[in-house]
């Protein structure tokens, strides 16, 4: 069965950086556009960014553009996100997800998600 | 950017009522709008993909509709396992990918 499993989240100072990890099994990770989703205590969803099948290319959302990179190694199944110049306002659960269609070079929607890494940014 | 906006807010049902959720679009989206289900605690779940598509394994109580700017998830005879909170997604145009503030379906 699918199973994305996130590591890496913590309490970090503002300023400074955090590694999330997000180990793939159960399926092709090679096959699958991954995202980073978030979401702030109590509050909705927000798309963070996304790594194609291959790593060919990658988006971000403004909010975290130029802080946060995306990245994959396919040879270990695992889909990461390095955080840098984390702000109070970063603190919230991190989920890594699969995109629904494989091979594909589009954003399509979130069919299995991993459950969560909380990350507190908080002097 | 594409916003999405979710109403109501806050649903009161009971058990085996209908529930109508609504999510409009600021700009059109065809039909490339999905629904998500959450529970406390948990991750969120795909329902249904391109406004009407249910996602595999998701229970035909759940049915959606719309096209362009305006969207419904229905959730028919309501479960005591479907009060959760409720979100839609578009993909129409990306980047960025958005979702809509959520819907929280409460006994």
Known sequence: QVQLVESGGGVVQPGRSLSLSCEASGFPFNTYGMHWVRQAPGKGLEWLAVIWY????????????????????????TLYLEMNSLRVEDTAVYYC????RKWELLCDYFDYW?????????? | EIVLTQSPATLSLSPGDRATLSCRASQTVGTYLGWYQQKPGQAPRLLIYD?????TGIPARFSGSGSGT?????????EP?????????????WP????????KVEI
Do not use: H, M, W
């Open chain 2, 70 to 78: 305006d969207f419904t998830l229905t959730i028919n005879s309501l």
């Open chain 2, 81 to 93: 396992e479907d009060f959760a909170v409720y979100y839609c997604q578009q993909r129409s145009s």
């Open chain 1, 97 to 100: 997800a699969r995109d629904r």
């Open chain 2, 96 to 103: 960025p990918l958005t979702f809509g503030g959520g819907t």
């Open chain 2, 51 to 55: 406004a009407s598509n249910r996602a």
């Open chain 1, 114 to 123: 991993g459950q969560g890494t909380l990350v507190t940014v908080s002097s």
């Open chain 1, 54 to 77: 291959d790593g060919s290319d990658k988006y971000y959302a403004d909010s975290v553009k130029g802080r946060f990179t995306i990245s994959r190694d396919n040879s270990k199944n």
